[in-house]
């Protein structure tokens, strides 16, 4: 598909649409709580919260299978989240406790949970893209049904990375999604200010497919996106590279601070009425898929796990200096003193 999506993908099933809503909620829910958590200083170092853009994520990862990988950037809590990962470990991992889903070493930057094919994530802009192609090509050389997804924002886009990736992906024909979560924003950056054209358009160039979601806030229009590049990959058809319009509600940053508001009311304003999981919400009432009752419980639920997260967190000890020195790529050794 070389153009807007717009056609909607195969009929999703009622509980696979209530698990839409559920896992929005643990993202928009786990993100506010950390955010709390690091103005009392309980989570160091910086932490950047994906809400606003959960139908993006969800709607993403869900049209995955569990064995299939996933790629993120400095942005990605919400994504494990999206593909399943339980948050116990998640919240302890940002807390860098001994019990997080890295045994407290990567916290909120360089999560990776391998049970649920999450390969990573990194605050440096674009590194994760080749790290996706990678999976995709040891998939293909292993001859297993996987395929790797890539989570980028806009201003990773201009990356040159993203490009040898690409040229290397469609090459091979590797089955890997290229996808821009375009949130129109690289931290205070407007993209039409340092892109020039489409990003979804540049696929062209790759002889790969290029595909545009227009309303990012729309989990089921991001699911039948990234469903149909799932499948063209499987069969073997290569890569595709899909933009997604989206818009993150909060600072690019929990605690930064600019001089200048680049974003104006009226704009915030628009975003604020996208939110995706109230959208969604109507449409899961409209459709008769669940009453307001049901939809109020489901969050209840969520909150619950929530808190059962930070209480994990709150229970669980930090890693004992000792382990410093574990899961490295070389033995330490110890320098005896000169006598």
Not at 19 to 35: D, G, T, V
Not at 101 to 112: F, M, N, P, T
Not at 257 to 274: F, K, M, Q, S, T
């Amino acid at each position: 598909m070389n153009n807007t999506q717009t056609e909607r993908g195969p009929t999703i099933p009622r509980d696979m649409m209530l698990e839409m809503q559920r896992r929005m909620l643990r993202i928009r829910l786990f993100e506010e709580r950390a955010s709390k958590m690091v103005r009392r200083g309980q989570i160091p170092g910086t932490l950047h919260t994906s809400v606003g853009q959960e139908a993006q994520v969800v709607g993403a990862c869900m049209a995955l299978r569990p064995q299939d990988n996933i790629a993120g950037n400095h942005r990605s809590h919400g994504h494990p989240i999206g593909k399943g990962a339980k948050l116990g470990p998640l919240m302890a991992e940002l807390v860098g406790k001994a019990t997080g889903v890295c045994r407290g070493k990567g916290g909120s930057l360089h999560l990776a949970d391998a049970s649920i094919g999450s390969l990573g994530e990194s605050g440096i802009t674009g590194s994760s893209i080749p790290i996706a192609v990678g999976a995709a090509f040891s998939a293909q050389i292993l001859g297993e049904d996987r395929v790797a997804l890539s989570f980028f924002g806009d201003g990773a886009a201009n990356q040159g990375v993203l490009y040898e990736a690409m040229n290397l992906a469609s090459a091979w024909r590797l089955p890997v999604i290229f996808l821009c979560e375009n949130n129109q924003y690289a931290l205070s950056t407007p993209a039409h200010t340092v892109t020039g054209g489409r990003i979804w358009k540049r696929a062209a160039g790759f002889g790969m497919a290029g595909v545009l979601v227009e309303d990012g806030q729309d989990v089921i229009a991001v699911h039948d996106a990234v469903h149909e590049a799932v499948e063209c990959a499987r069969r073997g058809d290569g890569p595709t590279l899909i933009e997604v319009m989206t818009y993150r509600f909060r600072e690019h940053a929990e605690g930064l601070r600019l001089a200048v508001d680049y974003r104006d009311a009226e704009e915030r304003e628009h975003w604020l009425n996208r939110d995706p999981i109230k959208l969604f919400r109507e449409t899961l009432i409209q459709k008769q898929i669940a009453d307001a009752a049901a939809l109020d419980g489901l969050e209840a639920e969520v909150a619950q796990e929530v808190e059962d997260a930070v209480k994990f967190t709150d229970e669980s000890p930090y890693p004992e200096p000792g382990v410093a020195f574990e899961d490295l790529y070389t033995d330490t050794y110890e320098l005896e003193r000169a006598s």
